[in-house]
């Protein structure tokens, strides 16, 4: 396993095999094709991102662009679903799902139990998230926290390249719709990537690094800045046991409460805001179920509760970082 | 009315008979205090689903409001499970897990009673778009009423479903009112088919008490559909006989004005007077459709009486395939 490949090419994989495996698997979204309706080049950008590129000339009608119309092409996705299709529907940003919310959560997450079971909407809502581009306030938030509040969906949250593809994939053949969150900063990174097709299973945790002195709960881009802190913590004799949940829910709660178990401490490093979020929800599972294993109090590394801010000055502030994690950890000392 | 065969008004006839007495019955019921949350009655309504649905088959979807039991009803869901369904029972069509809000049955092409009004016209052009990729023909119909014509789904879903010229429906029952609000207040046009030309696509208004009326509209927009022609807004105008929702007092309505439509534009009464007086049936043919569906009523609502309610177990299941 030489290859390397970067975060959004394996994206864009995977979204090909699955639309080459399974003929119900079709792609929806801003100019996922880009160019229609212009006397320009067709297939001009593959998602504002060009995420999706190259998939309209092997698909071609398969891959359908949508009008700036979060709420029906998002909604047409889930009907689409139910209807046996399965859809990928993209949005492009996802502090955009505001708009059309309510396909999400009253919609594609309740049909199944409203319906007494007999419901199956197997859509997948890719979207793009996060901070670090100085994009402000309605460009950049982390709403994992919020979708992974509504039971009927599941929510995933990609750190590694390997991880994005074997998730997506998982995601386009699961059952129940999923929301795939993309971290624009991760885009770029490369990492190994197996050129065959293959899932990584939802609710299973990946212990990036082990250790004995501290969990670290680290999600999405946190994954990496929560390495860093334990690299340079482990130059001072204090070894962190790092844990990517890879998927926000399922959670597997086993892997973080065996871990704090043996660590007696625990640090979640969440990029979201701090109220009702998945550092707060870790945090009270962890000390409803192991509060005896705990040395220190647990501590959690969020943004504030403010909204994204625009400066790059004020945003290297508002986001997370090694060396906040670093003074979390040496806080639950 | 000429291409209706006997058969044809016999069952069109069952289906609406079968609507008017589900209604006045769950009235009935919920006035004893036996029925739990919310309902909203279609009686006076049923000519519009009828008309629509006696042209689809089970391959064919429907999107529905919270005024769903004519639509269901229309689209084949078993009345004995609805009944049921309403009262709360593990033996209702969503095993009592939805209400009367959310009765769905996804083989026979209804998508469900929706609690949010206007939420039905993108899934509905979901629906047009999988029947699309299929490829044999099949269409989608959203109902939806004068309250929800000016949520912003339902007007995004007719700007998507015609750029994608998706074989779709756009049915709004046109009841006079948005909970207790008029439509010549929250609606500018004279009709709401009026908006059709804003899409580029035809635009219909036709008599919504009058089945025949229904039949061919519906009939001429779902051939369009199926043959890639597009979709159609068809808008039947009608009346509800009972207020927005059980318990609702209806102060908004000019008095008399109830009484006035169940005399004189009672879809079933219309129906009825076109369909004997062209001798295609007889009104003691209509007559014995009237007892086997009292008798069918009768037995819903004892079986829904006898039936367990959803037992603990039930309470955590079937909220995701798998977890």
Same mark, same amino acid.
């Given at each position: 396993m030489s290859r390397k490949i970067s975060f959004k090419d394996a994206i864009n994989e995977a979204l090909s095999q699955e639309m080459e495996r399974d003929g119900s698997v079709i792609v929806m979204g801003l100019d996922n094709a880009g160019g229609r309706g212009t006397e320009g080049q067709l297939d001009a950008w593959g998602g504002v991102l060009g995420v999706t590129k190259g998939l309209y000339g092997k698909y071609g009608d398969r891959v359908i662009d949508t009008p700036i119309s979060e709420s029906s092409y998002i909604g047409a996705a889930v009907g689409a679903a139910a209807c046996g299709m399965r859809p990928v529907v993209? +949005? +492009? !940003? &996802?502090? !955009?799902?505001g708009v059309c919310f309510d396909q999400m959560m009253n919609q594609a997450a309740k049909f199944r139990y409203m319906f007494g079971g007999k419901a199956v909407t197997p859509v997948t809502m890719r979207t793009c998230y996060g901070g670090g581009f100085r994009a402000a306030a309605q460009h950049s938030q982390v709403l994992y926290s919020v979708f992974a509040h509504i039971p009927g969906l599941k929510v995933v949250v990609p750190s590694t390249p390997y991880d994005a593809k074997g998730l997506l994939t998982q995601c386009i053949r699961d059952n129940d719709p999923v929301i795939f969150m993309e971290h624009k900063v991760l885009y770029a990174m490369k990492g190994e990537v197996p050129e065959e097709s293959y899932t990584i299973p939802f609710g299973k945790a990946n212990v990036v690094r082990e250790g004995k002195d501290a969990t670290i709960v680290a999600i999405g881009w946190m994954v990496h800045k929560a390495l860093q802190a334990a690299q340079s913590l482990s130059k001072a004799g204090v070894e962190c046991e790092v844990i990517d949940p890879r998927t926000v829910s399922p959670l597997d709660f086993d892997t973080i409460i065996k871990s704090v178990e043996k660590t007696g401490r625990l640090v979640i490093v969440d990029? &979201?805001?701090?109220?009702?979020s998945m550092a707060s929800d870790i945090s009270s599972v962890v000390a409803q179920n192991a509060f005896k294993a705990l040395k220190g109090p647990i501590q959690m590394v969020t943004a504030p509760h403010t909204p994204s801010p625009f400066s790059g000055a004020l945003e290297d502030l508002y986001l997370p970082s090694p060396a906040k994690i670093e003074a979390a950890v040496k806080a639950t000392m | 009315m000429a291409e209706l065969k006997k058969e044809d008004l016999l069952k069109a006839y069952r289906t609406m008979r079968e609507i008017r007495d589900f209604e006045e019955r769950v009235h009935k019921e919920f006035a004893t205090g036996k029925i739990p949350g919310f309902v909203h009655l279609y009686a006076g309504e049923e000519a519009v689903a009828t008309g629509v649905c006696s042209?689809? =088959? /089970? /391959?064919d979807r429907i999107t529905s409001t919270h005024r769903g039991h004519g639509h269901c009803i229309a689209k084949g869901v078993d009345i004995i499970g609805m009944m049921a369904e309403i009262f709360g029972k593990k033996t209702g069509s969503c095993c009592g897990k939805g209400g009367s809000m959310h009765i769905a049955d996804l083989e026979k092409g209804m998508l469900g009673a929706n609690g949010i009004v206007g939420a039905g016209g993108p899934l509905g052009c979901g629906a047009a778009l999988a029947a699309k990729f299929k490829g044999k023909g099949g269409v989608a119909v959203v109902f939806f009423g004068d309250g929800a014509s000016n949520q912003g789904t339902i007007l995004e879903s007719m700007n998507l479903a015609n750029i994608w010229n998706l074989p779709v429906i756009f049915l709004a029952e046109n009841n006079g009112y948005a909970e207790s609000t008029g439509v010549k207040y929250n609606v500018p =046009?004279?009709?709401?088919? /009026?908006?059709a030309a804003g899409f580029n696509m035809p635009g219909v208004t036709v008599d919504g008490n009058d089945f025949f009326a229904v039949y061919e509209a519906a009939g001429e927009a779902i051939k369009r559909a199926r043959e890639g022609g597009g979709p159609t807004l068809l808008e039947c105008k009608t009346n509800r006989f009972y207020g927005h929702f059980e318990g609702d007092a209806m102060t908004y309505k000019a008095p008399g004005e109830v009484k006035r439509q169940r005399e004189e534009c009672d879809c079933l009464k219309i129906f009825a007077a076109k369909a004997t007086a062209a001798g295609l049936v007889t009104a003691a043919e209509l007559e014995a459709i009237d007892k086997e569906v009292a008798a069918l009523i009768d037995e819903a609502v004892e079986k829904a009486l006898a039936a367990p309610n959803p037992t603990e177990a039930d309470l955590l299941t079937d909220v995701y395939v798998s977890y």
């Open positions: 993209e +949005m +492009m !940003f &996802s502090d !955009f799902f990029e &979201s805001n701090p109220r009702c | 042209h689809l =088959t /089970d /391959d =046009t004279p009709n709401i088919a /009026d908006r």
